[in-house]
């Protein structure tokens, strides 16, 4: 079936360095592909999303480019504030429009 | 503004009781989602309703159960059946008239047992 891979957290890092948190997929068909962003204590937001190859998804400094021929979706920022700790998932839809989820990744920036 | 609000934010759940998470929207969204997500686990689905009065099992439906009698609201219950109910859950919504529209979530309901 479907699946979402991230790689394991948590990521530290320091403010104003650069981002790449990895995801890959495994899909039928052509899903479109969402980062979504986890604040402690609270639900999930749309950070970006692409909906078919090559496409780029970005917001709030954040960028993420649809890969076909790697079936990857890497999120990544240049410069990251302490504000941007928390966790990130990786998600595809499915044919049937359901979402797939990565276990997630969590980002730790220190000042 | 428009959104998801889930119901209570903290809920404890005695032995044999069951206990129901209430979630409504008013974004006039046809699909409605239930999550249950543990650490390390990423979400699972556990039940969504593409319109009213219908509804399937998602990934882990044992020991929960759902109605959907309106479109606004989709309220879980955790049975006495889950028998290992502690666990952060996540309600969202999704427009499907058009496609690949994202879903949104709400701010959730940690679950624990007392």
């Known amino acids: 079936g479907d699946s979402v891979t991230q790689m394991e957290g948590p990521v530290t890092l320091s403010e104003e360095a650069f981002l790449t948190i990895n995801c890959t997929y495994t899909?039928?068909?052509?899903?479109?592909l969402f980062w979504y962003v986890q604040y402690p204590g609270e639900g999930l937001q749309l950070l970006l999303k692409a909906t078919k190859a090559d496409d780029k998804g970005s917001n709030k400094g954040f960028e993420a480019t649809y890969r076909k021929e790697t079936t990857s979706f890497h999120l990544e920022k240049g410069s990251v504030q302490v504000s941007d700790s928390a966790v990130y998932f990786c998600?595809?839809?499915?044919?049937?429009?359901?979402?797939?989820f990565g276990t997630g990744t969590r980002l730790q920036v220190f000042p | 503004d428009g959104g998801i609000t889930q119901s209570p934010k903290y809920l404890f759940r005695k032995e044999g009781q069951n206990v129901t998470l209430s979630c409504e929207q008013n974004l006039n969204h046809d699909a409605m989602y239930w999550y249950r997500q543990d650490p390390g686990q990423g979400l699972r689905l556990i039940y969504y309703?593409?319109?009213?009065?219908?509804?399937q099992k998602g990934d882990i439906a044992e020991g929960y159960s759902v109605s959907r009698e309106k479109k606004e609201s989709f309220p879980l219950t955790v049975t006495s059946a889950q028998k290992n109910p502690t666990a952060f859950y996540l309600c969202a919504s999704r427009e499907t008239g058009l496609g690949n529209q994202p879903q949104h979530f709400g701010d959730g309901t940690r679950l624990s047992i007392l």
């Open positions: 309703s593409q319109i009213v009065n219908d509804f």
């Open positions: 998600a595809l839809s499915d044919v049937t429009d359901k979402l797939i």
């Open positions: 899909a039928t068909g052509y899903p479109s």
